[in-house]
DNA sequence: GAGTGGTCTAGACCACCAA
DNA sequence: TGGTGGTCTAGACCACTCA
């Protein structure tokens, strides 16, 4: 028998199940690190095959959105894990040394969003923004000099307190602050020379070769929810790409 | 029936199916371009099911390895195939304007590999390379100053005519003229200050950013086969990178 | 031992392509 | 119209986890 819906453009089963699942993700029905009903279960609720619901759980595995651990469940992907803690972050060391990240905060004030920002965060430009600069070391070293921008009614209550208690990951934050739990990220890189004032918060001179990278990062169903601008000292630390 | 072989650790059946695959496009059986035997076919050959094959040749088609394409077949990934030239590029305009590559020799000579180069070539020390240096310009504009190395002997015959005669891709070069296929790449960033040689080459100051690409290439069965170091003006381009 | 995800099979049918 | 990959099903069995 075949369960297929009739539609002007054709889809197949998996692909609306794993819409539903998504939805589900959305709607809370399960949070963060919670663990998801059995393949059997979610067969018999959408009234499809084990088969199929797999299929729709296998893609949403390799996005990264759930996780599966064999002979337990399946868990719904979370930035609070320890494990996973920084899965964003590029970065690391030439000596590959385990480092500790520490967050120095900088400011954190009202905004409005300016046409770039307005374009990439899909907002209307003037629209409230949260602006927020921080400065990463590693390793007592600075590193990293953050300049994030996120839209205001999303993280309604966001501040610098909030900023500091997070403690690097502001990933694991918005998740369990505000249920914003981030899924993709673009990031597009540049050398740049660094200005005055960054210069200064890296302790280098000014003109001196940074790593720029603008990064914008989505929600469930691809919603841009973070801009930022990173300025990376890469002396002693390298940014890691793998082709396929 | 299970047809799962006994071994110490434990192997799934289509894993067994991907290395044979794997050593058939080793061995040359199928070649760049070609079509592999249809799904049935190789269920037969292998005396699997269909499906079985079919989970071998998904995992293969997501390393890019192979390309399906409904309703004609399976066919081995070319980087030669017009549409995916310069597969490994991930440098863009940022105005996303289509442009020209242009390929400009400087030098292509016979040089033994140092510690660094052996180390990651997985060589010798002091083992015969060839290194390559040209200069890729996008529009007219210098762009991007590459300094390439490999080792000599699957290069047998490599000379400064042959990188001349590329004119852009080397990876399309060196499957056609050595039956060399690159399958992955890992790359390491860094922002740098151009040096004397470089900057002249590029038509810049001393010391002006440049974005450093570290490249190491891979052929099948993780064996790295080009070590490339790319320095490149980001002006008016950016390093594009997904995050999941 | 019960329950979960993971593998494997066999067979039906669908969407796409080319001759 | 025949062949290819793509989807979907139903059922069996395996590997892993935990009580």
Same mark, same amino acid.
């Given at each position: 028998?075949?369960?297929?819906?009739?539609? =002007?453009?054709?889809? =197949?089963?998996?692909?609306?199940?794993?819409?539903?699942?998504?939805? $589900?993700?959305? %709607?809370?029905?399960?949070?963060?690190?919670?663990? !998801?009903?059995?393949?059997?279960?979610?067969?018999?609720?959408?009234?499809? $095959?084990?088969?199929?619901?797999?299929?729709? /759980?296998?893609?949403?595995?390799?996005?990264? #959105?759930?996780?599966?651990?064999? &002979?337990? &469940?399946?868990?719904?992907?979370?930035?609070?894990?320890?494990? #996973?803690?920084?899965?964003?972050?590029?970065?690391? $060391?030439?000596?590959?040394? *385990? @480092?500790?990240?520490?967050?120095?905060?900088?400011? +954190?004030?009202?905004?409005?969003?300016?046409?770039?920002?307005?374009?990439?965060?899909? !907002?209307?430009?003037?629209?409230?923004?949260?602006? #927020?600069?921080?400065?990463?070391?590693?390793? %007592?070293?600075?590193? /990293?000099?953050?300049?994030? #921008?996120?839209?205001?009614?999303?993280? *309604?209550?966001?501040?610098?307190?909030?900023?500091?208690? +997070?403690? &690097?990951?502001?990933?694991?934050?918005?998740?369990?602050?505000?249920?914003?739990?981030?899924?993709?990220? @673009?990031?597009?890189?540049?050398?740049?020379?660094?200005?005055?004032?960054?210069?200064?918060?890296?302790?280098?001179?000014?003109?001196?070769?940074?790593?720029?990278?603008?990064?914008?990062?989505?929600?469930?169903?691809?919603?841009?929810?973070?801009?930022?601008?990173?300025? +990376?000292?890469?002396?002693?630390?390298?940014?890691?790409? @793998?082709?396929?």
């Amino acid at each position: 028998m075949n369960k297929q819906l009739i539609s =002007p453009s054709y889809r =197949p089963l998996y692909d609306q199940i794993k819409v539903l699942i998504t939805q $589900s993700l959305i %709607g809370g029905e399960w949070r963060p690190g919670e663990i !998801i009903p059995s393949e059997m279960e979610l067969a018999v609720r959408y009234k499809v $095959s084990q088969g199929t619901v797999r299929k729709a /759980i296998d893609s949403l595995a390799a996005e990264n #959105i759930l996780i599966r651990r064999q &002979g337990k &469940g399946t868990f719904v992907a979370t930035h609070n894990a320890d494990v #996973i803690k920084l899965r964003f972050l590029r970065l690391t $060391s030439v000596t590959g040394n *385990k @480092e500790l990240l520490q967050n120095e905060f900088i400011s +954190c004030v009202k905004t409005k969003a300016n046409a770039h920002i307005a374009k990439v965060l899909d !907002i209307k430009a003037g629209a409230a923004t949260m602006e #927020i600069k921080r400065l990463l070391t590693f390793s %007592g070293r600075p590193l /990293i000099y953050d300049h994030i #921008i996120v839209p205001a009614v999303p993280f *309604k209550g966001l501040n610098g307190n909030k900023v500091i208690e +997070c403690n &690097g990951s502001m990933y694991s934050m918005y998740e369990s602050q505000f249920g914003v739990r981030m899924v993709r990220a @673009e990031e597009r890189l540049k050398a740049v020379a660094a200005d005055k004032d960054v210069a200064t918060a890296l302790g280098v001179k000014e003109g001196y070769p940074l790593l720029s990278i603008e990064r914008v990062s989505f929600t469930y169903g691809d919603k841009p929810m973070e801009w930022r601008l990173g300025l +990376c000292l890469t002396d002693d630390h390298h940014y890691l790409s @793998e082709l396929e």
